[in-house]
């Protein structure tokens, strides 16, 4: 199977998702992506707070509408 996910996503590092020596396994791997996840999501909160506040509003007007329907 082809894998066309990855084509479209952009390269957060030079090695790709390979784990580097010193990494002794998955969790270190694991560990790694959340905290370059993490960055990137701090980083555009930064910079778009009003599409972030935006967004946890139509979440929870979402969720809210959820709650009430049961």
Same mark, same amino acid.
Request: aromatic letters at 6%; hydrophobic letters at 40%; charged letters at 25%.
């Given at each position: ?48 707070? *009003? =599409?972030? $506040? #935006?967004?946890? !509003?139509?979440? *929870? =007007?979402? $969720? #809210?509408?959820? !709650?009430?329907?049961?």
């Amino acid at each position: 199977m082809i894998n066309r996910i990855l084509g479209l996503l952009p390269d957060s590092s030079p090695d790709g998702l390979q784990p580097s020596k010193e990494e002794s396994g998955p969790a270190e791997l694991a560990q790694r992506q959340l905290d370059k996840l993490r960055t990137g999501m701090e980083r555009y909160i930064g910079e778009y707070p *009003g =599409v972030t $506040i #935006g967004a946890a !509003v139509a979440l *929870g =007007v979402f $969720i #809210g509408w959820l !709650v009430k329907r049961r």
